[in-house]
C-alpha cells in the first residue's frame, strides 16, 4: 500500500505522507515514491506549485524509520541509506518549481530535513521542531547539518543537535524559517500557491535558479541552467542545429 501519494488539484500538486499511525516517519518505500513523484510533476508544464503535506495532526514527519536503517551495516547505512535520502532532498530542494511545506504536525530529523528543501514553510501553532538523532546514536543525514545551517544560525542548530531541544512554531517564525503559522496551515498554503498561479511560471522558476546561485544551492548547476537557458533562446543555438542535422558547417550571427 502506498504511504505516499501524489494529488493534482487543477495547477497545484500535493505530494501527501500518509503513515500516522508511524508518525510519517520514513522508510525505504517512501523514499522511492517521493522521488517518483517529483519526477511525475516536475515534467507537468501545467503544475505551477507543489506542496508537501503530511496526514494526521501529531507529526508532519518523525524523521526515519528505525526499523527501515537499525540493522544496516555500517557501509550500507553510509552508502545507501544516507546517500540516496539525501540525494531525494536535494532533487526537492533543487525543484524547479516553488515547493511549500505544510509543517501541519511535528517534525523532527529527517521530518525537519524535508521541510528545510522546501521553499517556503506554513506551521500549525503547537507543531515543534527538532535534531533527536543524537537520542539514538545518530547524527542529522539528509542536509540537517548542511542545508539547514543556511536557513537557521549556528547556534540554534546546536541548539537542537548537540543540546536535543525543541523549537515552537513562534520561534521558528522569528527566526524567519516559516512564512507564516496558521490553525489550518495546508488551507494556508494553498492560498499562498493560488498567488503563485497568477505569476509567470518562467520567470518564477528563472528567479529561484538565481536566488540558489546567490545562496550556494548546487550553485554550479544553477549557473549552468541559467546560462543554458540563455543560450537555447539565441539564433546561434538554432543554426548550430540545424547545420548539424544538414551535416553542412554553421554560418553563426551573434545573435
Known sequence: MSTVHLDIHGRLAEIRLDNPAKLNAFTVAMLQELAGHLDTVECRTDITCLMVTAEGERAFCAGADINAWGDLSPAEFARHWVRDGHRIFDRLARFSKPVIGVISGHAFGGGLELAAACDIRVMAPKATLALPEAHVGIVPGWSGTQRLARLLPEAVIKEMALFGRRIGAERALQLGFVAEIADDPR?????????????????????????????????????????????????????????????????????
Open 187 to 255: 488551507q494556508a498554503a494553498v492560498e499562498i500557491a493560488a498567488k503563485v498561479a497568477e505569476l509567470s511560471p518562467r520567470a518564477v522558476e528563472v528567479a529561484k535558479f538565481m536566488i540558489h546561485a546567490g545562496c550556494g544551492e548546487d550553485r554550479a548547476a544553477m549557473i549552468e541552467a541559467l546560462g543554458s537557458a540563455a543560450i537555447a533562446a539565441s539564433a546561434d543555438r538554432n543554426e548550430g542545429v540545424a547545420a548539424f542535422r544538414d551535416k553542412r558547417k554553421p554560418v553563426f550571427s551573434g545573435e
